[in-house]
């Protein structure tokens, strides 16, 4: 089995940073996702970490250590649409699906 | 602009009756999966298909729920009879074909509610 865990909600202001932990312990890694999920819509692909470091995208920044099974999503500059639950999710190796931690609900405030 | 769609966007149903949810990958997607999603239990995987063939159903409740892919461009998911527990969004998602990466695209979702 896998076990997936991140905080279950955050706050911070309009224009400052925050940080989004998961750890996992799994077996045949191959691949940690982010999805974003705006409330009543869809979850959407945000990044994919397979090897060890830092992956930028814009705003979105997110950082792997396989060794350590953590994983974090950095938003920065935030904006008020950027509040949304934030999943976590597994890949395994020979297996198509993905295990999705329970979110983290991320608000933004003025 | 490829997108999984999902039909109907929201069904409401009373108790007993017959559920039917329609998705439709996008095109050239061979793994199609399907999601409960409710507050108590977040995202979870219903059952999924690769290349039309039934790879996993374990989470998905088999005296009442089945899961077929008619075609290649239609997956199915239904409830018979439905309870009110059931009431949530269910989510279509497609994977490309290249097995390496395992990005899933999702449907808008069917948002149920069974009275």
């Known amino acids: 089995g896998q076990n997936i865990d991140q905080p279950t909600e955050m706050t911070a202001t309009e224009g400052a940073i925050v940080q989004i932990n998961c750890t996992y312990q799994?077996?045949?890694?191959?691949?940690l996702f982010w999805y974003q999920q705006h409330a009543g819509e869809a979850p959407t692909f945000l990044s994919y970490n397979v090897l060890d470091g830092l992956e930028e995208k814009g705003r979105f920044s997110s950082f792997l250590s396989r060794s350590k099974g953590y994983s974090y999503l950095l938003l920065k500059e935030l904006q008020m649409k950027d509040s949304a639950s934030y999943l976590c999710?597994?890949?395994?190796?020979?297996?198509?699906?993905?295990?999705f931690g329970a979110g983290t609900t991320v608000t933004v405030r003025a | 602009d490829a997108r999984v769609t999902q039909t109907p966007r929201h069904k409401v149903t009373e108790m007993g009756q017959e559920v039917t949810m329609r998705c439709q990958p996008i095109?050239?997607?061979?793994?199609v999966f399907w999601y409960r999603q409710t507050m108590m239990q977040g995202l979870e995987l219903l059952a999924y298909?690769?290349?039309?063939?039934?790879?996993?159903d374990s989470g998905m409740p088999k005296d009442r729920f089945s899961a077929e892919m008619p075609d290649a461009t239609l997956a199915t998911l239904k409830i018979q009879p439905s309870e009110p527990r059931d009431s949530a969004v269910y989510f279509c998602?497609?994977?490309?074909?290249?097995?390496?990466?395992?990005?899933?695209?999702f449907g808008p979702g069917t948002r149920l509610t069974v009275l």
């Open positions: 799994t077996s045949g890694f191959n691949g």
């Open positions: 095109l050239g997607h061979n793994t």
């Open positions: 998602a497609s994977g490309p074909r290249t097995g390496e990466y395992n990005e899933q695209f």
């Open positions: 298909f690769r290349n039309r063939a039934p790879l996993d």
């Open positions: 999710a597994l890949g395994r190796t020979n297996d198509y699906k993905l295990s």
